[in-house]
């Protein structure tokens, strides 16, 4: 019989188990959502994912996971100031989820606090995603409930601070702490717990998984590698951004993107990076498709937990496993 583990994470998403099937764009698609938080834990949406990268109407995306799942999923909010109207398009959709139903919210970048008064009001909770106590402060300060710590061992945009880093850091913040970084299976997990971590978030792991519909070629790039053909690129959004490494692997951007990068219109340069590393990434996707083999797997993002992945198995089975494995933690009371 399935038990729960109580933190104080678990008590403010309303869910079984501390583990977080962390935002993903683009590989959030409803039915990864769906699966994962059918787990036990709590899958979060990504909604420029939901949208843009499987093109559904919020609405009707939100309701569709919700026909799939009848437990708890958050919603990620990117809220880094690039311009108004990507603002003023966030705050609707939040709207939209709250309407919805959704109490867990994720932000990312940029200044909380309009997200807490939003969310609080109905009795919501917000976790913030930070890389050090500058901004774990700051976020603090912004009244959000959680900090969702993203260490040196991420997929996608990764922190500097190790998870014994952070947690020397973060300790007396009093609010409850995310390990979000290199947990794929229930070592890395039970190690980040004895810590002192009230959770994990995963994302690598959650993309080799049956539900998750990105290519193929992609799922086998992260059953492959191992922990040293991880490195990072600012070739995807111009900040750094864990990738495999692969033949054609480049660090940095040419002279003439980095200037931009550095410059007044930075978050435009950002903004438009992000959009010509979309449109590869759907042409390799097809590519990958077509031909059965990657034409190129260089914006291939993951993180090192790629070492403990070694097959595609259900999201749900994953949370649930890890769920279980679970033993003795620190309850919240
Ligand atoms: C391909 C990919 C895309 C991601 N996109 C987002 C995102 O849109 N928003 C976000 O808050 N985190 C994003 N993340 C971070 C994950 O939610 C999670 O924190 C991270 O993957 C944890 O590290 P792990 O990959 O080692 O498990 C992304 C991660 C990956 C691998």
Same mark, same amino acid.
């Given at each position: ?33 769906? +699966?994962? $938080?059918?787990? =036990? ?17 919020? !609405? ?5 996971? /919700? ?13 880094e ?28 970048? =940029?200044?909380?606090? *309009? ?5 609080? &009001? ?6 913030? %995603? ?11 300060? @912004? ?9 040196n061992? &991420?997929?996608?945009?990764? =922190? ?11 300790? %007396? ?18 190690? +980040? ?25 992609y799922?086998? &790039? ?6 040293? %053909?991880?490195? *990072? ?6 900040v ?7 033949? @054609?692997? !480049?660090?940095?951007?040419? *002279? ?12 435009? &340069? !950002? ?7 979309? *449109?590869?990434l ?15 797997t ?6 090192? $937990?790629?070492?403990t ?20 933690? /620190?309850?919240?009371?």
């Amino acid at each position: 019989m399935s038990r729960t583990i109580q933190t104080k994470f678990t008590d403010h998403a309303g869910v079984q188990y501390p583990i977080i099937c962390g935002a993903m764009y683009p590989c959030s698609n409803p039915e990864l959502v769906s +699966a994962a $938080s059918n787990g =036990g834990g709590l899958a979060i949406m990504q909604p420029v994912s939901l949208t843009y990268a499987h093109g559904w109407d919020l !609405r009707e995306g939100i309701k569709y996971i /919700k026909s799939m799942t009848d437990k708890p999923f958050g919603f990620n909010a990117l809220i880094e100031k690039t311009n108004n109207k990507y603002i003023e398009r966030m705050s609707v959709w939040i709207d939209i989820a709250l309407e919805e139903g959704l109490r867990f919210f994720v932000t990312s970048l =940029g200044k909380p606090d *309009w997200v807490c008064e939003k969310v609080h &009001a109905v009795g919501g909770v917000v976790y913030h %995603d930070v890389t050090n106590r500058h901004w774990a402060k700051k976020g603090k300060d @912004n009244g959000v409930d959680g900090l969702i710590c993203v260490n040196n061992r &991420a997929g996608g945009h990764l =922190g500097d601070l190790s998870k014994e880093q952070m947690i020397e850091e973060l300790h %007396d913040m009093d609010l409850p702490l995310i390990c979000a970084g290199g947990v794929g299976g229930e070592d890395e997990l039970s190690d +980040a717990l004895r810590l002192g971590y009230d959770g994990v978030q995963m994302g690598t792991r959650f993309i080799a998984t049956d539900e998750c519909n990105t290519s193929d070629n992609y799922k086998r &790039a992260i059953i492959e590698a191992k922990e040293e %053909d991880i490195s *990072w690129t600012k070739r995807i959004s111009g900040v750094p951004i864990s990738v495999i490494k692969t033949k @054609n692997f !480049r660090q940095e951007n040419s *002279w003439l993107v980095r200037k931009l990068l550095s410059g007044k219109f930075k978050h435009l &340069a !950002r903004t438009f990076i992000s959009i010509i590393s979309y *449109w590869r990434l759907k042409s390799i996707k097809q590519s990958d498709e077509k031909n059965g083999s990657p034409k190129s797997t260089e914006l291939y993002s993951a993180g090192k $937990s790629v070492g403990t992945i070694d097959n595609t198995v259900s999201a749900t089975v994953i949370m649930r496993e890890l769920g279980e494995s679970i033993n003795g933690v /620190k309850t919240s009371g």
